[in-house]
């Protein structure tokens, strides 16, 4: 007789027991991520002077780091995001390794090609048009972190 799902062993069939969701690389690289994007939202929205002859608002220590503040933000994000693939993330094991791959190349993909539509166009994309040719390597680094996916895919 087949046992209920509450009697099964809670135990891999390699004897190791299951990686819990919610783990300490987990919280890192969710909070990694969170941060990142936060930074980059507080620095566009707040801080960055509108190019209108107004001065930079926001803390001073910020608005000093100009364009490092994109350094800054994206690279927490794509930390964060290359964190989540470890296996012991929900993201890093089972079906979470295609959705994180394929999350990390088609938006890398959807950046770069939204960064070539709109570049000699007179609309202002926020964060695209800032970063001017560095659009490239935030497009490059999101498909770089899902190749770090595709090494853990099975």
Same mark, same amino acid.
């Given at each position: 007789?087949?046992?209920?799902?509450?009697?099964?062993?809670?135990?891999?069939?390699?004897?190791?027991?299951?990686?819990?969701?919610?783990?300490?690389?987990?919280?890192?690289?969710?909070?990694?991520?969170?941060?990142?994007?936060?930074?980059?939202?507080?620095?566009?929205? +707040?801080?960055?002077?509108?190019?209108?002859?107004?001065?930079?608002?926001?803390?001073?220590?910020?608005?000093?780091?100009?364009?490092?503040?994109?350094?800054?933000?994206?690279?927490?994000?794509?930390?964060?995001?290359?964190?989540?693939?470890?296996?012991?993330?929900?993201?890093?094991?089972?079906?979470?390794?295609?959705?994180?791959?394929?999350?990390?190349?088609?938006?890398?993909?959807?950046?770069?090609?939204?960064?070539? +539509?709109?570049?000699?166009?007179?609309?202002?994309?926020?964060?695209?048009?800032?970063?001017?040719?560095?659009?490239?390597? +935030?497009?490059?680094?999101?498909?770089?972190?899902?190749?770090?996916?595709?090494?853990?895919?099975?």
């Amino acid at each position: 007789m087949a046992k209920s799902k509450s009697e099964q062993d809670p135990l891999r069939t390699d004897g190791r027991p299951r990686p819990s969701v919610l783990s300490v690389r987990s919280v890192l690289a969710l909070l990694l991520f969170v941060v990142g994007v936060a930074w980059i939202v507080y620095y566009w929205t +707040v801080v960055r002077p509108d190019g209108f002859g107004e001065a930079p608002g926001g803390p001073g220590a910020i608005a000093d780091l100009g364009r490092w503040n994109y350094v800054i933000g994206f690279g927490a994000a794509l930390l964060g995001l290359a964190v989540a693939a470890h296996p012991t993330t929900p993201l890093g094991r089972g079906r979470g390794v295609v959705v994180g791959m394929l999350f990390c190349f088609l938006v890398g993909l959807i950046w770069i090609c939204t960064f070539y +539509v709109f570049t000699n166009t007179a609309t202002d994309v926020p964060v695209i048009t800032d970063l001017d040719q560095w659009n490239l390597v +935030v497009g490059i680094g999101l498909m770089a972190v899902g190749f770090v996916y595709a090494t853990r895919w099975e």
